[in-house]
């Protein structure tokens, strides 16, 4: 989403808070920010809506300044965090879950890594998403190629690691 709206003429930075909720434009001066707030909020859904809008006075929003917002680079920077953090958990209970030895669960959760940030870089590289779930269709496939690229495996090693990395995936 923040590469979309970034891509808006005239906008200088797009930011997100924590949540992924509240968005944040920062025109350039040659912006018109009618128009960069309609692209924006065209982009982000009809849910959408401008918090400077007279309309926007609800009190049980949980909406702060003093938040944390975060730049596109921000969230690729966590998202190589998380991808390394679930291949590493995630291939630690698929090696224990099949028996692999020790250099084999080693190479399975680096592969592991390769593949979810190849997912990560995909959602990214296409501006971003709002759906959810999106990870519960897209890991499946990088957790086959990072089994079938793993050399060493037997066939009943290599099926009890993707059973283990399917039930993760669902925890």
């Known amino acids: 989403m923040l590469a979309q709206l970034n891509r808006i003429p005239g906008v200088i930075s797009a930011q997100v808070d924590v949540t992924g909720r509240h968005f944040v434009i920062i025109p350039g001066a040659e912006a018109i920010e009618e128009s960069a707030i309609d692209q924006a909020i065209r982009i982000l859904g009809p849910n959408s809506r401008d918090l400077k809008d007279p309309e926007f006075e609800n009190p049980n929003e949980e909406?702060?300044?003093?938040?944390?917002?975060?730049?596109?680079?921000?969230?690729?920077?966590?998202?190589?965090?998380?991808?390394?953090?679930?291949?590493?958990?995630?291939?630690?209970?698929?090696?224990?879950?099949?028996?692999?030895?020790?250099?084999?669960?080693?190479?399975?959760?680096?592969?592991?890594?390769?593949?979810?940030?190849?997912?990560?870089?995909?959602?990214?590289?296409?501006?971003?998403?709002?759906?959810?779930?999106?990870?519960?269709?897209?890991?499946?496939?990088a957790f086959e190629r990072a089994v079938h690229g793993l050399s060493g495996l037997s066939g009943s090693q290599a099926g009890c690691v993707r059973d283990s990395l399917l039930r993760s995936l669902n925890k």
């Open 63 to 141: 909406y702060d300044l003093e938040e944390i917002w975060l730049t596109a680079d921000n969230i690729r920077s966590l998202s190589l965090l998380e991808a390394r953090i679930l291949a590493n958990n995630w291939g630690r209970s698929a090696a224990a879950d099949a028996d692999l030895p020790d250099d084999l669960a080693l190479r399975l959760a680096s592969r592991l890594r390769l593949e979810l940030t190849k997912e990560f870089d995909r959602i990214h590289a296409q501006g971003g998403t709002m759906d959810r779930n999106w990870y519960r269709r897209a890991f499946p496939a």
